[in-house]
């Protein structure tokens, strides 16, 4: 049974407060603390662990030690949370049954000490060794000729620029492409792009003072973004581990673009502000047509690695 809010807490001596917050783990949905308050005025809120709860029943929570026991634990520091109404965090609501009240997530740091998983770096050496084996060496290359195709460069129309209202403001646009991965049959996929109309000052902070280049794998010019031209648009993938993000505003930091993933969060010129991410946002080349028409390079990049690696 999970503990629900406004439920009273009792320390093996006595009565210490009531459940006034429940804090969850992002990654596995699981209520870790319980926040107890509400003992008297001016009371301070404190954060006890899960592992010190002993029994939970309708409507008390048992806990293991005494009421002195409790100077242990630490006060609420609210600022580092959010709630659920914040951030989005998938099957949350499937997992978690507590009363309704401020369910609290911790703000990252919160990945700094996972452990890169090693599949990859395993599976490479499969196909090394696969591919060594002169029997299904044509087999093979005839089944991953498309991920060694050349990048498509072409351009996209996207929409109008009449979407966008307001500056430094990111807009979502979607659209549809055609992709062939690997052996499979091509499939039409659905993508996006976040678009905003800079203002100089945002303008500077993504192009440095100077226009970008974007390369092919042979170091040609495919394009060139001109830092004075005050559209800005970024891959609509998190350079965490390829989320797709949202234009949300932050109690604290105003409007950013947040990842519901992992919660990283980055400013208007797609700088990190927190969170796992590492490296900023991602921008695409991009072209105004003179009717108002969008355009962009559809391109993305790979996840997890502080360089920007095309993939796409």
């Known amino acids: 049974m999970q503990p629900k809010l406004k439920s009273k807490v009792r320390s093996a001596d006595r009565d210490v407060g009531e459940v006034t917050r429940v804090i969850v783990d992002p990654i596995t949905l699981d209520v870790s603390h319980i926040v107890v308050g509400g003992n008297g005025a001016g009371t301070l ?13 309708d409507d008390l929570i048992q ?9 242990k634990f630490p006060f609420l520091k ?53 591919i060594s084996l002169p029997l299904i060496f044509p087999v093979l290359k005839y089944l991953m000729k498309p991920m060694y195709a050349p990048f498509d460069n072409r351009w996209l129309k996207i929409g109008s620029v009449n979407k966008i209202k307001t500056e430094d403001v990111g807009v979502q646009f979607k659209y ?7 052996f499979m049959p091509e499939a039409e996929i659905d993508k ?8 100089p000052k945002v303008l500077d902070a993504v192009y440095k003072g100077k226009d970008m280049e974007f390369h092919d794998p042979n170091g040609r010019v495919i394009w060139t973004n001109k830092k004075e031209i ?12 390829g989320c797709g993000y949202k234009w949300r505003t932050h109690k604290v930091l105003g409007q950013v673009f947040l990842c519901p993933c992992h919660l990283s969060i980055y400013d208007v010129s797609g ?34 690695t502080k360089a920007q690696v095309r993939i796409v």
């Not at 005050?230 to 581990?241: D, E, I, Q, R, T």
């Open 45 to 57: 809120e404190r954060r006890i662990p899960m592992a010190e709860v002993q029994v939970v029943s």
């Open 63 to 71: 806990l293991r030690g005494t009421a002195a026991d409790l100077e």
């Open 78 to 130: 609210r600022d580092e949370y959010v709630t659920t109404h914040e951030v989005e965090i998938a099957h949350l609501e499937d997992h978690l049954h507590v009363q309704c009240g401020e369910v609290l997530v911790p703000l990252p740091e919160l990945e700094k000490n996972v452990k890169r998983r090693t599949f990859f770096t395993n599976f490479t050496h499969v196909i090394g060794v696969l």
């Open 176 to 182: 549809r492409k055609n992709v062939k991965e690997a």
């Open 192 to 199: 996006n792009v976040w678009v905003l109309h800079a203002t």
């Open 230 to 241: 005050p559209y800005v648009a970024f891959s609509g993938k998190c350079p965490h581990l």
């Open 271 to 304: 700088k990190v502000l927190d969170g796992p991410a590492p490296r900023p946002l991602d921008p695409l080349p991009i072209r105004i047509a003179a009717s108002g028409e969008v355009e962009i390079i559809d391109m993305e990049f790979k996840a997890g």
